[in-house]
């Protein structure tokens, strides 16, 4: 299986400050397709988890452009430019090159 | 507006068994593959299983092959996992998740999950 490392696991952020979370896989998560399989997902207070990016840059629908997604191969970030207050939650990277899926631990931003 | 409703939970005994359905909305749903992900209480993110839209292929998680099955009704645009011989560590919050068809465009919906819990 492929694992999924995620740092930092607790982010403490102040608004309008910047934020980034590095997600690294045990494999590399390029598919024949030419793209990598990592996404990223959120997962506020008390909510389902949501899309925010999948193949490592496309931002979903609906997401803000301050969340960026960059990376290829085993290694990968992603930054929000200025953080706001909605963003609090948990960041969860996953790969979906092969399965099983599998998630990082998970971090933590909460606002300083 | 796409919507997808799990419910089913509840709690039963060790080595008892649920069915846990996931009704779909607002989009057309045999089009779409599905996947149901877990997360055990204070815990991240687990996924479980994957059916594809129309049912041929299927994948588990090492940790419940043998035990659960995952299936689906198109015609009644829903989703199925059946869980047989539940442990304790299966006490989950339950979440079906769409999927793309095609190119990967990621686990784009969710639902609001279902609570399982495994206790005697």
């Known amino acids: 299986d492929i694992v999924m490392t995620q740092s930092p696991l607790s982010l403490p952020v102040t608004p309008g400050e910047p934020a980034s979370i590095s997600c690294r896989s045990s494999?590399?998560?390029?598919?024949?397709?030419?793209?990598?399989?990592l996404d990223w997902y959120l997962q506020k207070p008390g909510q389902s988890p949501q899309l925010l990016i999948y193949?490592?840059?496309n931002r979903a629908s609906g997401v803000p452009d301050r969340f960026s997604g960059s990376g290829s191969g085993t290694d990968f970030t992603l930054r929000i430019s200025r953080v706001e207050a909605e963003d609090v939650g948990v960041y969860y990277c996953?790969?979906?090159?092969?399965?099983?899926?599998?998630f990082g631990q998970g971090t933590r931003l909460e606002i300083k | 507006e796409v919507q997808l409703v799990e419910s089913g939970g509840g709690l039963v005994q060790p080595g008892g068994s649920l069915r846990l359905s996931c009704a779909a909305s607002?989009?057309?749903?045999?089009?779409?593959?599905m996947n149901w992900v877990r997360q055990a209480p204070g815990k991240g993110l687990e996924w479980v299983s994957y059916?594809?839209?129309?049912?041929?292929?299927?994948y588990y998680a090492d940790s419940v092959k043998g035990r659960f099955t995952i299936s689906r009704d198109n015609a009644k645009n829903s989703l199925y996992l059946q869980l047989n011989s539940l442990r304790a560590e299966d006490t989950a919050v339950y979440y079906c998740?769409?999927?793309?068809?095609?190119?990967?465009?990621?686990?784009?919906?969710w639902g609001q999950g279902t609570l399982v819990t495994v206790s005697s």
């Open positions: 494999q590399s998560l390029l598919y024949i397709n030419g793209y990598n399989h």
């Open positions: 059916i594809s839209h129309i049912g041929t292929t299927i």
């Open positions: 996953m790969q979906a090159v092969q399965t099983p899926i599998t």
């Open positions: 193949l490592t840059s």
């Open positions: 998740a769409r999927d793309g068809v095609g190119d990967w465009i990621g686990l784009d919906y």
């Open positions: 607002g989009f057309t749903f045999s089009s779409y593959e």
